[in-house]
């Protein structure tokens, strides 16, 4: 049968075996009216103030976005936001709009306009974190956690801090949104990867769906909290990238309510795992690069049998990428035991180890295929994975060799399966 999969701009249809379980979630419908449904909870926040009454004209007020690696409708919730704070006499000299970047690299001018329409970018003060520029920077000294935090200098000496962002399942830090657009969205490098290290990686609550317990969240909501926002704006997105939900007001009440939303709607159960699991990164923009689509092998990796196999098809139109440490890790641990063995070796610490450490604690339990017309073959062996030419020819082979059950996740992590139980244990 014929199946489209989320890849790249476009999608791409392809023939699977007949017997093929699709797995998607839960279809949440679009909201009838987006900008009223933003504006309404703008207005009527949980366990917070109306945004209008947080704010007095004269006010320097940041407005933190996630960047181009992430589906938030930023160019359809922003432009509601901002006109609410001009509505409570925010001049727009007084308002920056600042790219929650991580440790990522900035977006280009012709990417800004996209992500934000060029009605904000010609109109507002738009910046781009730098985890790397000490001057960027301001120190709130050490977590519980025994880490150094270090966060965004125009940030920290806003008068008015606003968080925004979408909330879907994350594979290390339960779910996206609420506290991650401090920590690593606003954070320094060591921070990011101190938050991001291989025994964090490695603890068994750092997954999908999982808040509680998990200390890469727990120190994320840690960190935003020292950094006392005043605001959160959240949404959830449906398959068809419509806004779905709005979760507005106090940081960690917001968040909460998107995640319960979240947890019905993209997370499904299966009786049992499956010798072969197709997947996504649930197409452009999630699908970038090979980097970014580690997501979706481990929203399939959640299903696979240990010793089956998985075949991801990323269109990957900014490569590996080259920037980020991802590939360079790849290639000096030259396999996955290797990477492991170099991430877990005492005093260890590099940007990206965490994307590589996940890579291949996959493929200790799954052999990986990759499907992908940004990347050449050669590419996809130097990032440790098999060359895939033909899915369905590849699918025929696998089914032949490792048994007959089959998934697909069309929308790669935007549907997270779980073996048995209950949504609300992950």
Same mark, same amino acid.
């Given at each position: 049968? !014929?199946?489209? +999969?989320?890849?790249?701009?476009?999608?791409?249809?392809?023939?699977?075996?007949?017997?093929?379980?699709?797995?998607?979630?839960?279809?949440?419908?679009?909201?009838?009216?987006?900008?009223?449904?933003?504006?309404?909870?703008?207005?009527?926040?949980?366990? #917070?103030?109306?945004?209008?009454?947080?704010?007095?004209?004269?006010?320097?007020?940041?407005?933190?976005?996630?960047?181009?690696? $992430? *589906?938030?409708?930023?160019?359809?919730?922003?432009?509601?936001?901002?006109?609410?704070?001009?509505?409570?006499?925010?001049?727009?000299?007084?308002?920056?709009?600042?790219?929650?970047?991580?440790?990522?690299?900035?977006?280009?001018?012709?990417?800004?306009? *996209?992500?934000?329409?060029?009605?904000?970018?010609?109109?507002? $003060?738009?910046?781009?974190?730098?985890?790397?520029?000490?001057?960027?920077?301001?120190?709130?000294?050490?977590?519980?956690?025994?880490?150094?935090?270090?966060?965004?200098?125009?940030?920290?000496? #806003?008068?008015?801090?606003?968080?925004?962002?979408?909330? %879907?399942?994350?594979?290390?830090?339960?779910?996206?949104?609420?506290? !991650?657009?401090?920590?690593?969205?606003?954070?320094?490098?060591?921070?990011?990867? @101190?938050?991001?290290?291989?025994?964090? /990686?490695?603890?068994?609550?750092?997954?999908?769906?999982?808040?509680?317990?998990?200390? /890469?969240?727990?120190?994320?909501? %840690?960190?935003? /909290?020292?950094?006392?926002?005043?605001?959160?704006?959240?949404?959830? +997105?449906?398959?068809?990238?419509? /806004?779905?939900?709005?979760?507005?007001?106090? +940081?960690?009440? *917001?968040?909460?309510?998107?995640? *319960?939303?979240?947890?019905?709607?993209?997370?499904?159960?299966?009786? !049992?795992?499956?010798?072969?699991?197709?997947?996504?990164?649930?197409?452009?923009?999630?699908?970038?690069?090979?980097?970014? #689509?580690?997501?979706?092998?481990?929203?399939? @990796?959640?299903?696979?049998?240990?010793?089956?196999?998985?075949?991801?098809?990323?269109?990957?139109?900014?490569?590996?990428?080259?920037?980020?440490?991802?590939?360079?890790?790849?290639?000096?641990?030259?396999?996955?035991?290797?990477?492991?063995?170099?991430?877990?070796?005492?005093?260890?610490?590099?940007?990206?180890?965490? &994307?590589?450490?996940?890579?291949?604690?996959?493929?200790? !339990?799954?052999?990986?295929?990759?499907?992908?017309?940004?990347?050449?073959?050669? &590419?996809? $062996?130097?990032?440790?994975?098999?060359?895939?030419?033909?899915?369905?020819?590849?699918?025929?082979?696998?089914?032949?060799?490792?048994?007959?059950?089959?998934?697909?996740?069309?929308?790669?992590?935007?549907?997270?399966?779980?073996?048995?139980?209950?949504?609300? #244990?992950?």
């Amino acid at each position: 049968m !014929k199946v489209r +999969l989320d890849y790249g701009r476009e999608g791409l249809t392809v023939e699977v075996p007949d017997q093929a379980e699709i797995i998607r979630s839960g279809f949440a419908p679009g909201l009838h009216d987006e900008a009223e449904a933003i504006r309404s909870a703008l207005r009527l926040p949980l366990n #917070s103030h109306p945004l209008v009454d947080l704010v007095t004209p004269g006010q320097r007020v940041v407005v933190v976005h996630t960047d181009i690696t $992430r *589906a938030t409708p930023n160019d359809r919730i922003l432009p509601v936001l901002l006109r609410e704070l001009e509505r409570a006499g925010i001049q727009r000299q007084d308002i920056t709009l600042l790219n929650g970047l991580g440790t990522h690299r900035p977006q280009t001018p012709v990417e800004l306009r *996209a992500m934000l329409g060029s009605w904000i970018v010609e109109r507002y $003060r738009c910046l781009q974190h730098n985890a790397f520029d000490d001057r960027n920077l301001v120190s709130l000294g050490m977590t519980s956690f025994g880490n150094p935090l270090r966060v965004n200098r125009v940030y920290m000496e #806003s008068d008015v801090r606003i968080l925004t962002g979408f909330i %879907e399942p994350h594979l290390f830090a339960g779910f996206s949104g609420g506290p !991650k657009a401090v920590l690593p969205s606003l954070a320094g490098a060591e921070s990011v990867t @101190s938050n991001h290290n291989a025994a964090n /990686i490695a603890h068994p609550k750092a997954t999908w769906g999982v808040t509680e317990g998990n200390p /890469i969240w727990e120190e994320m909501r %840690e960190a935003a /909290i020292l950094t006392e926002p005043d605001f959160l704006l959240n949404v959830t +997105l449906n398959a068809e990238r419509q /806004i779905s939900g709005v979760f507005a007001g106090e +940081l960690l009440a *917001a968040h909460m309510a998107g995640c *319960a939303f979240t947890r019905q709607q993209a997370m499904a159960a299966v009786e !049992k795992p499956f010798d072969v699991v197709v997947t996504t990164n649930n197409g452009y923009p999630l699908d970038q690069n090979l980097y970014q #689509s580690i997501k979706g092998l481990s929203a399939a @990796s959640q299903i696979v049998r240990l010793g089956g196999a998985i075949l991801i098809a990323t269109a990957c139109e900014d490569g590996v990428p080259a920037h980020g440490g991802y590939a360079d890790l790849l290639k000096r641990g030259g396999s996955p035991q290797g990477v492991l063995d170099l991430v877990h070796s005492p005093g260890f610490s590099a940007p990206d180890q965490w &994307q590589a450490q996940i890579q291949a604690m996959i493929q200790q !339990k799954a052999q990986v295929h990759v499907y992908s017309d940004g990347l050449t073959d050669e &590419q996809i $062996r130097q990032a440790l994975f098999i060359p895939c030419k033909d899915i369905g020819q590849t699918l025929e082979e696998l089914l032949g060799e490792l048994g007959v059950s089959i998934a697909v996740l069309p929308e790669g992590p935007q549907t997270i399966a779980y073996i048995g139980g209950s949504g609300d #244990s992950h």
